[in-house]
Every structure is written in structure tokens, then in C-alpha cells.
């Protein structure tokens, strides 16, 4: 993602988005794309302390209709320039697989909307016919800051589901995607990506990219990692497999900077006790967390392995979710496995 110097890529932005560069329709307007230099900055003020989203005002209104239908949201960084907004839900299918659903919102230091990304879920496509969920939560949102703006969106996108045939707007490789403008913002939307939307009259420079207070380094926790069992390639990978327990870390970075990571860890209660420690995997603690949160963080993360029960929140200043799979269950006994999501990753960066 970083060339020598630690700066980003032209290509990452490029390649995240790639999909809003061509519309193939004359007349159709092209979605605005974040430059590649929104993150190519001295730190601005960078505050990487999570926070409930800020009540009144725009970051309010928009993720309102989102937490009454079951989303997490959070403030997950600011700087002089913005503020940057995640949520997250998780949908379930019938055998108790989770498929994520995440939006992101970048807010300038007015608290206007300048940026959202509305990507699918997780493992989801959209098909002639599938319910939209994306629409589902964009619609809601940009209808409680701008007048028809959702309306506007629910109809291109449902359109776009039930005309997979015969597209509107087409990328030159044939990729169907759709792409609009109103008074408020130009947006764009494809079942790869989901849904983009860039305001007109609202921009951030620097992006916030601050991740400091809640995670340390890979360089530093790639030894531990390796005591742990897992088999890890860093640099430049930034996954890592653990074969004896089918377990996995995973990383997002900027530079050498843990932004987000990710885990999965069994639980095995017998007579009410843990029998499978954290420190199988972990020998030496959490170390690629920061010794501010550490102690907290696995504290909420034992927390749901002993009720094997999922969670979504804040701790220590901290995002923290835990999607929970529990299996046999008797009594104080039972069985279950955790994939674990520390922090949010910085807006428009992959994985979501």
C-alpha cells in the first residue's frame, strides 16, 4: 500500500475505487474519487481515541436510522481536517455465518458530510432479484440530511438490481454500474462497490489516519505472533496463519502502523472454567496493542469467550467487535469460536 517513504500509492485509491472511473454513458457525471494524496500528510492534530458518535448535528442524524436497525456506529479518528465515522452490522445466515456490513462517513471540521462509502456486505453480490441491502442503508441515512436524496438513491439501485440485464451506464470491461447527481452530492453504485458518494459542497484535505492510542506496530508484534504458533511473512504480508487451531491474523497498516486487525480464537468452558487460554495463541498478551488498552481490551475479549456471546462497542477508547459462533452448550459447559475486530480500518482502504 506504501511505497518507500511510507507515503500512499497512487494506485490504492485508484484500485479501491477503481470502478467509478468510467461510466461508458454520455451526460452521466463521474463520482468525485479521493485523491491519493488524502492520507500523504504530516499528522494534523490526528486523535485516534474512538468515541460514540457526537450527539446533534449531521454525524447524529446520519447514523440514527442506522442504530435503530441494529448497526454499532462510532467516531473512530479525527484531525484538524475531519472526522471519521464507522458502523458495522452483522447479518447472519442460515447456518450462523456472518457476513459484515459496514458504511463509512468523513465528515469535514464544519460537520458537513463530504464523503460515504456504503460497500456490500461482506461475501455479497448483487444478483437479479436479491434484496439491496446496501440501499437498505444508505437510503435512510442520506434521507435524514438531505431532502430526496435517499428516494433518489433507493430508485437508481433498485433499478439497478432489476435491470442487471440491460445496464444504463456500463464500465468499458463491461462492469454494470449506475451513476447519478442531485443538488446535494454525485454518487455512483456498482454490486462489486457498493455505493459512493461525494458532496458537493463539502471536502477534507487530510484525511485522519491516526491509529496510535489503541495498536502498536507489526515490526513489534510479528515475534510474538511467531511464539504463538502463527506463520507470518512480514514484510510484506500482513496475514498470518495459525494451521494447528485453523486460526488467522490479519492486519490493515499505514506504514508500519497496526490501523485494524483481526483474530479468531476458539473458547472451551468445562465446569464454568476456560480451557483453552488466550495465551496459546498469544504467549506474551495482546502485544500488538498499545499497553494504554491492552489490559481492557482483553478483559472484554475474555468476557465473550466465557459467555460465548458476541459484542460491538468502545472499550478504553477503542473499537472492539466480536462476532461469536457458539456450539454444543450443557449447562456451564460449551464450545464456541471468536473472530475479533480491534479498531476500524481508515476510510476507503480495503478490507473495510
Same mark, same amino acid.
Given at each position: ?86 458502523? /458495522?452490522? @452483522?447479518? *447472519? +445466515? =442460515? ?10 462517513? $468523513? !465528515? ?68 454494470? /454500474?449506475? @451513476?447519478? *447527481? +442531485? =443538488? ?10 457498493? $455505493? !459512493? ?156
Amino acid at each position: 500500500m506504501f511505497d518507500a517513504k511510507g507515503t500512499i500509492v497512487t494506485t490504492v485509491l485508484a484500485t479501491i475505487l477503481g470502478s467509478w472511473a468510467l461510466t461508458g454513458c454520455t451526460g452521466q457525471p463521474e463520482p468525485a474519487r479521493p485523491s491519493p494524496t488524502v492520507y500523504a500528510h504530516p499528522a494534523a492534530d490526528e486523535n485516534s481515541v474512538a468515541v460514540p458518535v457526537p450527539a446533534g448535528g449531521t454525524a447524529a442524524a446520519l447514523t440514527r436510522p442506522l442504530t435503530q436497525a441494529g448497526w454499532f456506529c462510532a467516531q473512530a479518528r479525527s484531525n484538524a481536517d475531519g472526522r471519521a465515522l464507522w458502523c /458495522r452490522i @452483522a447479518h *447472519r +445466515d =442460515e447456518s450462523d455465518t456472518v457476513h459484515p456490513q459496514v458504511a463509512q462517513f $468523513l !465528515l469535514d471540521r464544519d460537520g458537513r458530510l463530504a464523503w460515504a462509502w456504503f460497500p456490500p456486505p461482506e461475501d455479497g453480490t448483487y444478483q437479479q432479484g436479491e434484496p439491496p441491502r446496501v440501499v437498505d442503508a444508505a437510503a435512510p441515512a442520506l434521507a435524514a440530511i438531505w431532502p430526496g436524496a435517499g428516494d433518489r438513491a433507493r430508485q437508481e439501485i433498485d433499478d439497478f438490481a432489476h435491470d442487471l440485464g440491460e445496464p444504463a451506464v456500463r464500465r468499458s470491461d463491461d462492469l454494470p /454500474r449506475a @451513476a447519478w *447527481r +442531485d =443538488e446535494h452530492a454525485d454518487y455512483g453504485f456498482s454490486g462489486l462497490d457498493g $455505493l !459512493l458518494v461525494t458532496a458537493r459542497d463539502a471536502s477534507v484535505r487530510r484525511w485522519p489516519f491516526g491509529a496510535e492510542h489503541y495498536a502498536t506496530t507489526m515490526s513489534s508484534a510479528v515475534d510474538d505472533l511467531l511464539a504463538g504458533g502463527y506463520d507470518c511473512f512480514y514484510p510484506p504480508q500482513e496475514s498470518c496463519t495459525r494451521v494447528r487451531s485453523n486460526g488467522y491474523f490479519r492486519v490493515t497498516l499505514r506504514q508500519d502502523q497496526i490501523v485494524s486487525a483481526q483474530f479468531g480464537i476458539g473458547s472451551r468452558i468445562e465446569s464454568g472454567r476456560q480451557r483453552h487460554a488466550l495465551a496459546e495463541e498469544f504467549p506474551h498478551g495482546l502485544t500488538f496493542l498499545s499497553e494504554a488498552v491492552r489490559r481492557p481490551v482483553t478483559e472484554r475479549i475474555e468476557q465473550s469467550r466465557r459467555s460465548g456471546t458476541s459484542f460491538a462497542g468502545i472499550v478504553a477508547g477503542t473499537i472492539v467487535v466480536i462476532d461469536a459462533s457458539r456450539g454444543a452448550v450443557d449447562g456451564d459447559d460449551l464450545v464456541a469460536y471468536l473472530d475479533i475486530q480491534i479498531g476500524a480500518p481508515l476510510a476507503a482502504a480495503l478490507p473495510v
